[in-house]
């Protein structure tokens, strides 16, 4: 049955990486300061689209373009995955998708949507749209407030975790006594 459910993955993943992989074709120069980037920013999160990709505006809006761009079969599939496995095998396929094509870094309705929930970090963003479109397909609640809860207290333990880490202790090289 998991190798069934993992060839399943693997075929969606596969679909969506056909989908959505002609996504940015034109980019535009990054800001060179503070200022240029929120001045980029506010622009950004107005558009409805930015290097030619439709921006969504909410979850509504994210479920309805998955649904449109994805093949049934692959809709289907996702569907009936366990979602941690869909959440861990397409994060770095189609979170990545979305991070890159719905503007993440730079600004776009979405990732200000997903600001404003309480987001910061873009992995977690595309991990609570994954998580997201799996319960949606499947009528769950999303739990959007307790599950933002746990990505921000999660990354914040990750954080506090890499900065109390200690150094590894080396031996220094000898030095050569000839």
């Given at each position: 049955?998991?190798?069934?459910?993992?060839?399943?993955?693997?075929?969606?993943?596969?679909?969506?990486?056909?989908?959505?992989?002609?996504?940015?074709?034109?980019?535009?120069?990054?800001?060179?300061?503070?200022?240029?980037?929120?001045?980029?920013?506010?622009?950004?999160?107005?558009?409805?689209?930015?290097?030619?990709?439709?921006?969504?505006?909410d979850?509504?809006?994210?479920?309805?373009?998955?649904?449109?761009?994805?093949?049934?079969?692959?809709?289907?599939?996702?569907?009936?995955?366990?979602?941690?496995?869909?959440?861990?095998?397409?994060?770095?396929?189609?979170?990545?998708?979305?991070?890159?094509?719905?503007?993440?870094?730079?600004g776009?309705?979405?990732?200000?949507?997903?600001?404003e929930?309480?987001?910061?970090?873009?992995?977690?963003?595309?991990?609570?749209?994954?998580?997201?479109?799996?319960?949606?397909l499947?009528?769950?609640?999303?739990?959007?407030?307790k599950?933002?809860?746990?990505?921000?207290?999660?990354?914040?333990?990750?954080?506090?975790?890499?900065?109390?880490?200690e150094?590894?202790?080396?031996?220094?090289?000898?030095?050569?006594k000839?």
């Amino acid at each position: 049955m998991l190798a069934v459910v993992d060839n399943t993955i693997m075929r969606i993943l596969f679909l969506f990486i056909a989908l959505f992989s002609f996504g940015n074709l034109i980019s535009q120069d990054p800001p060179s300061n503070y200022k240029d980037f929120e001045r980029q920013y506010e622009k950004n999160i107005r558009k409805t689209r930015i290097n030619g990709v439709y921006i969504p505006k909410d979850l509504d809006d994210v479920f309805s373009q998955l649904e449109k761009r994805s093949e049934p079969e692959a809709i289907r599939s996702f569907k009936l995955a366990p979602e941690e496995l869909v959440a861990k095998k397409l994060h770095f396929s189609l979170g990545r998708w979305m991070i890159f094509n719905w503007n993440f870094e730079e600004g776009s309705r979405i990732s200000h949507y997903l600001h404003e929930l309480g987001l910061q970090d873009n992995d977690d963003r595309a991990q609570f749209l994954i998580v997201s479109f799996h319960r949606h397909l499947n009528e769950k609640d999303l739990e959007v407030e307790k599950r933002v809860t746990e990505l921000v207290e999660a990354r914040k333990k990750e954080k506090e975790k890499n900065q109390t880490r200690e150094l590894i202790e080396t031996k220094p090289i000898p030095k050569d006594k000839s």
